[in-house]
């Protein structure tokens, strides 16, 4: 098993994030029993079981875990030295999983001492679309590169949301998908002009996910101007994402008014 800390190589570390989703992918197709595992509210069995796969994984190359499933232990933060942590969601999406809905996805950030390093989001339910970066050095797609074109007009755009937006919302359309990751991601890749969070998500919902827009360009925030780098398994952030900064304002314009 390759180790690694924050001298290593980006490439090989990405090369790795790849194979950890690999190993969930397999998991997943071996996966038939869908029901809950009555360890946490709204938890699958499934996500444990894949939690175990991803966890062992990375905690035995050297990083300390932070995964929805199974929290975090022996992180001190900020992190300090050579210490790279790795936030995971196992299965997001796993409702959509659960029902045989092809939108789901392994998602791993990659952080060290100077904040997101690498991300990847592996969609597992067939397609094997992978969105990837690494600071810096910009993100893509099945290994096409991403950039945002950006879009002002609110009155065509196609919007991700998680809960509902308020009426009217002032956008041509939206969409609600049930996979943060991914819809998150799709703004980096233009199939949705933004992205906004009218609930809440753990960090692991969305950080990878914002590593990769922001490399392709799009523009990042919080519904309330908080931080989205968060350790805390408890804390929840509202991620609103966009294709220029006049949408980014309008969505969390919007979403402010409806959470108020």
């Not at 980006?10 to 071996?30: C, Y």
């Not at 945002?148 to 009217?168: K, R, S, W, Y």
Request: with cysteine; proline share 5%.
């Amino acid at each position: 098993m390759p180790q690694f800390d924050y001298e290593s190589d980006d490439r090989e570390l990405m090369s790795f994030l790849h194979d950890v989703a690999d190993a969930a992918a397999d998991t997943l197709d071996e996966i038939r029993d869908w029901s809950m595992s009555g360890e946490r509210e709204g938890q699958y069995s499934a996500d444990v079981v894949v939690d175990d796969v991803v966890v062992d994984m990375l905690e035995a190359a050297g990083f300390i875990v932070l995964s929805e499933e199974s929290g975090v232990a022996g992180l001190e933060w900020p992190i300090r030295d050579n210490q790279l942590l790795a936030v995971v969601d196992p299965i997001d999406g796993s409702t959509n999983a659960s029902k045989g809905l092809p939108w789901f996805a392994t998602s791993i950030c990659v952080v060290d001492r100077d904040g997101p390093r690498a991300a990847l989001v592996a969609e597992q339910s067939g397609s094997e679309t992978r969105y990837a970066a690494t600071r810096g050095a910009g993100a893509n797609c099945d290994g096409v590169p991403l950039q945002v074109h950006p879009l002002e007009d609110a009155n065509i755009a196609v919007i991700g949301t998680n809960g509902i937006p308020p009426t009217p919302h002032g956008w041509w359309q939206f969409r609600t998908m049930g996979a943060a990751a991914l819809d998150i991601s799709l703004v980096a890749k233009g199939g949705l002009d933004g992205f906004v969070d009218y609930h809440d998500h753990g960090v692991w919902d969305y950080l990878a996910a914002v590593l990769i827009c922001r490399e392709a360009g799009a523009c990042v925030g919080e519904v309330h101007g908080r931080d989205l780098m968060v350790v805390d398994p408890t804390e929840r952030r509202s991620p609103v994402v966009a294709s220029s900064p006049l949408l980014l304002q309008n969505l969390i314009s919007s979403a402010q008014r409806q959470l108020s």
